[in-house]
């Protein structure tokens, strides 16, 4: 599913971004790429475990 979150100068909403996603999340990353000192991008990768 892709997002797309609108950021306006100096906003830091991808920060309510990250937070939601690692709170929604049991196990796995997230990871935030970068490009000119900005957050232009969020991934997020989880991972479920199997009980044997």
Do not use: F, P
Not at 5 to 31: I, N, P, Q
């Amino acid at each position: 599913m892709s997002q797309e979150v609108k950021a306006t100068k100096d906003d830091k909403s991808y920060l309510t971004e990250v937070e939601r996603h690692v709170k929604d999340m049991k196990y796995g990353s997230v990871t935030l790429v970068i490009q000119d000192g900005k957050v232009i991008q969020i991934d997020k990768t989880e991972k479920i475990r199997i009980k044997n």
